[in-house]
Structures are given as C-alpha cells and as structure tokens.
Nanobody, 114 residues
C-alpha cells in the first residue's frame, strides 16, 4: 500500500520560511516523477515544483527563485524549502508521485499571514 505523508505546514508571517517534507512508504521515489502542488480556496490545483525521475528540477512561475525542491533517496523523502513567503502562497500543499501510477498525499496547510 502506497502512502505519501506530508508534514511541515503551518502559520508563518510574510517574508518567513517553511520546509515541507513528503515521506513515502510502499513506493521508491527515485522511480517516479515527484512534485509538489498547491490548491488555494476557490482556485484550481497548480504545480509548484517538480523533480523528474531523470533528474533536474522545474518550478511554477509564481515560486521561481523563492522555493527549492529536493529529494533524499536514502530517506525516500522529498522536500520543499519555501523562502520569502507571501500571503498568496497560502494554500494546501500536496505531494505527488507519478509514473505508471499516480499517488497523492493528504496535504498540509500553509498559511502566510501577519
């Protein structure tokens, strides 16, 4: 049974930082394209950052230069370092694994507010 479990969300002031983690069980992350998505209230889910199984990273335009995606294959964990957070980054953040199948985590809430 595949499980993706996100953690690290919370309330942070504008300009602050958070690091999200996505830990996997029943799945080997290196065999999948791994990504972070987010969904704000009333908006569609959008891609935040991605690590393809072949390597490299890509980012959605709103977060480019502020967020960094990384992975630790030994821990089967993917991270999202979020710096210079803005109120518009407020959303539920989801971990995603995609290749022959697609898996989602349950999401973690990030709220950026003073």
């Amino acid at each position: 049974q595949v499980q993706l479990v996100e953690s690290g969300g919370g309330l942070v002031q504008p300009g602050g930082s958070l690091r999200l983690s996505c830990a996997g069980s029943g799945i080997t992350f290196s065999a999948y394209n791994m990504a972070w998505y987010r969904q704000a209230p009333g908006k569609q889910r959008e891609l935040v950052a991605r690590i393809p199984r072949g390597g490299g990273t890509s980012y959605g335009e709103p977060v480019r230069g502020r967020f960094t995606i990384s992975g630790d294959s030994a821990k089967n964990t993917v991270y999202l370092q979020m710096n210079s957070l803005k109120p518009e980054d407020t959303a539920v953040y989801y971990c995603n694994a995609n290749w022959d199948d697609t898996y989602w985590g349950q999401g973690t809430q990030v709220t950026v507010s003073s």
